[in-house]
C-alpha cells in the first residue's frame, strides 16, 4: 500500500515535471503554449507569442511564428529586425494587408521584397513600402558623399605627399 502511494506520486511528479530536453522550434513554441496556459490569463497565450515574436532572435522559431493562423502573431513576426530574409519574403505575401503593412515600415526589410511590395494591391501598403525606399534611399545618398569626400581627402592628401 505505502510502496505503491509513493510510486503513483512520483509518476505523477515525473509527469508534472518532465525531464529537460534540449531547446528545438517545436517544443519551444510547445513549451511558451504551455506556460501560458497555466497563467490562466485572458488571451495570455496569445500575448506570451506576440512578445516572443516581436523580441526573439531564433530564425526557425520566427518562421514557425511566422505560420500561426492568428495575424496579430505574424505582424510581430513582421515587425521583429531579427526575423529572416526568406521569412520576409513569405510574409510579404500574407493574406492580411496590416502584416504586409508591417513588414514595408520595417527597415531591416530587404530593398527587394520592399520593391515588391510597393506594387501591392492595397494602396496603403504600397504607399509605405515606396516611403521606406525612399527614406533608405535618402540614408544612403546622404552617407555616401561623405564617404567619397573622406576618400577623395586620403587620396589628395597622398598626392601631395
Excluded at 103 to 123: F, G, I, K, R
Excluded at 127 to 155: D, I, N, Q
Amino acid at each position: 500500500g505505502t510502496q505503491e502511494k509513493v510510486r503513483s506520486a512520483s509518476s505523477l511528479s515525473a509527469a508534472l515535471m518532465p525531464s529537460p530536453r534540449q531547446a528545438t522550434r517545436s517544443n519551444l513554441k510547445t513549451d511558451i503554449l504551455h506556460i501560458a496556459r497555466l497563467s490562466g490569463r485572458n488571451r495570455g497565450l496569445q500575448n506570451a507569442l506576440v512578445k516572443v515574436a516581436e523580441t526573439v532572435n531564433a530564425p526557425s522559431v520566427l518562421a514557425d511564428l511566422a505560420n500561426d493562423a492568428r495575424s496579430e502573431i505574424r505582424r510581430a513576426v513582421a515587425d521583429n529586425v531579427y526575423t529572416p530574409c526568406e521569412v520576409k519574403l513569405l510574409l510579404a505575401n500574407d493574406n492580411d494587408p496590416d502584416v504586409r503593412f508591417i513588414l514595408a515600415e520595417n527597415y531591416a526589410t530587404p530593398m527587394d521584397v520592399l520593391q515588391a511590395l510597393a506594387e501591392d494591391d492595397n494602396p496603403f501598403v504600397a504607399f509605405r513600402a515606396k516611403s521606406t525606399l525612399e527614406r533608405m534611399r535618402m540614408g544612403r545618398l546622404v552617407k555616401a558623399p561623405f564617404g567619397a569626400s573622406a576618400s577623395t581627402v586620403r587620396h589628395l592628401r597622398q598626392a601631395r605627399s
